[in-house]
């Protein structure tokens, strides 16, 4: 941590310039001869708004200060409190530290209209993935769960492995019980681009794909992505209308912030999951957020600001797709 000093009256341009980007404060705006930094430090402005409204700019909270200020800047990013439900959330049938109904009732109580509960699926023996009658009882459960919850609502979903040739881990009778399914790659991490680029694009076309999951796989100081060619898998995503995620998990936040913009320009939907594996994790979606605004995404391209009925009605949508 750093303890800046500085006289009262250059607080906004000391501010300004130690929460932004080189190319931020590089950046020469039309008309004018020095960059962002000189004027922020050229005469006293009475807060950072002021500022940029003097150069004709939005105003630019300081996690949108990467590149060059933007004249189409978005009139309202994504907010946590946007967000009307949760999505990517594991139980003690798979992985997860607490039951079914606690994950749920943590969601409702924290004012969240609905739950997609995604515990592993059965090749990941190693997180304890659902063999198909463990499935059969859960889904038991969430009806029952459904009824007693009311009007909250959990979605049955499933995170599926996404096999090292690409294929997902249920036969299609299995995959139909589910509401929604996140595709995940969670082992076999060590492929060149072109065979890692090749399985996720399997996925990303296989019929039952509702969501991608943590798309690079990192963990963040502890493990690289594997290499893929992004342009490939964003096309693939927009063609196949896949949702991509944003794991809001702190040790993940992957989908990585640099390409959130390129998929909000091709149109591709976001979702911002915790991957959450205790009732704790549910608030980590605010460092999905975080993420998400750095790409400057609006709420109207997130998938889970859409209310329970909504959802439940996109899903819908996406399953009847298949059958035609
Ligand atoms: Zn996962
Ligand atoms: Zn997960």
Known sequence: ?????????????????????????GFVAPAQTQSLMQLARLQNFSSEAAFYEALGFAYHPPETREGPPRSDFPLALLETKDLKGILHAHSTYSDGKHRLEEMARACQKAGYEYLGITDHSQSAFYANGLKIAQIQAQHAEIDALNQ??????????????????????????????????????????KMDQAKATQRLLKAIAHPYTTILGHLSGRILLRREGYPLDYEAILEACAAHGVVIEINASPYRLDLDWTWVEKAREKGILLSINPDAHDMAGIADVRYGVQMARKGF????????????????????????????
Do not use: W
């Open 1 to 25: 941590m750093q303890v800046r000093y500085c006289p009262p009256a250059q607080l906004v341009a000391e501010r300004f310039v130690n929460t932004a980007a080189p190319a931020h404060l």
């Open 148 to 189: 007693a919850l009311a009007p909250f609502r959990i979605f049955k979903g499933i995170e599926a492995d996404i096999l090292a040739d690409g294929s997902l881990d249920y036969p299609e009778e299995v995959l139909q019980t589910f509401d929604f399914l996140i595709a995940s790659v969670h082992a076999n991490l």
């Open 297 to 324: 995404l609006p709420a109207s391209q997130t998938l889970n600001t859409l209310s329970a009925e909504a959802l439940a009605n996109y899903f819908e949508q996406r399953k009847r797709r298949i059958q035609m």
